[in-house]
């Protein structure tokens, strides 16, 4: 038995809205929370005891999407619009990524997501077994798919043969750590054939999908004129939102495309940085709570972000939507809390409870210290991770159990070494 009683520490648990214990508990054994409540709770003995004081506890947060090997492009293509920035910058130099660059790449993104507090990550990339190779040695929770591009000469057919590799070789791995999901790209990119097809290899395989999804004005004319119907039409009739399917971004809706998206239980992964540094636009967050859309927030890769701080989306989510509704009470901070933990676990599909601090929850939890003088004093703790803290006021963090960064330390990687590679691997990247 491994048991261990947090105390002393403010506590969060995003169960529930507006709740939080002062000085609160958490335990877990064995990878699960077993308990969590105010005071010390009932100590056992033979408990190990971590004091909290000072800290503020809370589940880890879910980055809902993103591309974590595209670490290594971070600023490498800036202030573009969308299609000129994949078509003219990044695809050209993916073409030439190797599956050693990306295992780099992708641990680079580990090393700064583990230090943001993030313990689950979305990601639709190539040369998958590298990333899940990356994410079993990081510890994290991954939910990993091929990201598979239909318009080529062979239609997609190679990546979503590889895409039934992976998933043969990693769905459910690391006692249940990583997920395979498949990711056809977008519908600009995958013709109605191919979205057919993922979807039926989704329901044979037993996974779920992730997808671009009405990202920008330009994909919703030009699907409008080579197909007379918006992406989200073009997604439904290909059957896909029969599957578990989270759509990321959803910026331009029609009320008809929220209607059929509730209606199938689609799942959204809203990235307002990526949104916002595209010029994409600004999804309809309120209009998709209100109607009982399930969304979580994402990064996107660090070439559209340029960080991967998920307390950044939590507040981005938190202010964009106040401002341009001009409504000071579009997404209160209880609200971006909970997108980032809870709902985003539930974007991913992930089982019941994830993404909060509860008996029977996966263990995926951060301290945050709540000492610097940019957190005093302190009223709501709520209102002071969404509105004021830093992400790099994360000192620790748990996935499954076990500590990923103690003390701002690294328990499963190995720093120095990755950003050495990673050094290595760009020096070959024309500026
Ligand atoms: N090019 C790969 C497969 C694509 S993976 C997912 C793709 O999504 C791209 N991507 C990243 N962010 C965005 C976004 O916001 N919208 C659309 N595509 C994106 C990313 O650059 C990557 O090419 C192959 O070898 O087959
Ligand atoms: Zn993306």
Redesign the pocket.
Same mark, same amino acid.
């Given at each position: 038995m491994v048991r261990t009683r947090i105390i002393g520490g403010v506590v969060i648990p995003v169960t529930e809205s507006g709740l939080w214990y002062e000085n609160g508990h958490v335990v877990v054994e064995d990878g699960r929370i077993v308990a969590v409540g105010p005071g010390e709770g009932s100590p056992v003995p033979g408990e190990a005891v971590v004091n909290a004081a000072g800290k503020y506890v809370l589940p880890g947060f879910v980055n809902a999407h993103g #591309?974590a090997a $595209?670490a290594l492009l971070r600023g490498y293509a800036d202030d573009l619009p969308?299609m000129d920035w994949?078509q003219k910058k990044?695809?050209p130099i993916? &073409?030439r990524l190797t599956g050693e660059d990306i295992y780099w790449g992708t641990m680079l993104a580990l090393l700064e997501m583990i230090e943001g507090g993030i313990t689950t990550f979305a990601d $639709?990339?190539?040369h998958m077994d590298r990333v899940a190779e990356a994410v079993a040695q990081a510890g994290v929770r991954g939910v990993l798919s091929? %990201? /598979? /591009?239909g318009t080529g000469p062979d239609e997609g057919r %190679? *990546?979503i043969r590889e895409s039934r590799e992976f998933a043969s070789r990693w769905h459910g791995a690391e006692g249940g750590r990583i997920t395979v999901t498949l990711?056809p #790209?977008?519908p600009y990119t995958c013709p109605p054939a191919v979205l057919r097809q993922v979807a039926e290899v989704s329901a044979e395989l037993g996974v779920g999908i992730q997808i #671009?999804l009405s990202?920008t004005r330009s994909e919703v004319e030009q699907i409008a004129a080579s197909h007379g119907k918006s992406p989200v039409d073009v997604c439904a009739e290909a059957g896909l939102f029969e599957r578990p399917t989270v759509v *990321?971004?959803a910026v331009h809706l029609t009320e008809a495309d929220i209607d059929l998206m509730a209606r199938f239980d689609v799942r959204v992964a809203h990235?307002p940085g =990526?949104n916002l540094k595209?010029g994409?636009g600004v999804a309809p967050l309120p209009k998709l709570l209100q109607r009982g859309v399930v969304v979580g927030l994402g990064t &996107? %890769?660090a *070439? =559209?972000n340029n960080n991967l701080d998920l307390l950044e989306e939590i507040r981005l989510a938190a202010l964009i939507h106040k401002g341009v509704g001009e409504d000071p009470i579009a997404v209160d901070a209880d609200t971006a809390l909970a997108l980032g933990t809870r709902e985003g676990a539930r974007a991913l599909f992930l089982e019941e409870g994830a993404g909060t601090l509860a008996p029977g929850a996966p263990a995926d939890l951060i301290f945050m210290d709540g000492s610097g003088p940019h957190l005093l004093p302190l009223y709501n703790p709520i209102s002071q991770v969404v509105y004021a803290a830093k992400s790099g006021d994360v000192t620790d963090v748990m996935c499954d159990g076990r500590w990923l960064l103690r003390d701002r330390q690294h328990q499963t990687l190995d720093r120095d070494k990755i950003l050495f590679h990673v050094s290595r691997i760009v020096e070959g990247f024309t500026r």
């Open positions: #591309h $595209m969308l994949l990044v695809w993916e &073409d $639709m990339y190539f091929r %990201g /598979i /591009i %190679g *990546a990711g #790209h977008a #671009h990202e *990321a971004h990235n =990526s595209l994409s &996107d %890769g *070439a =559209s």
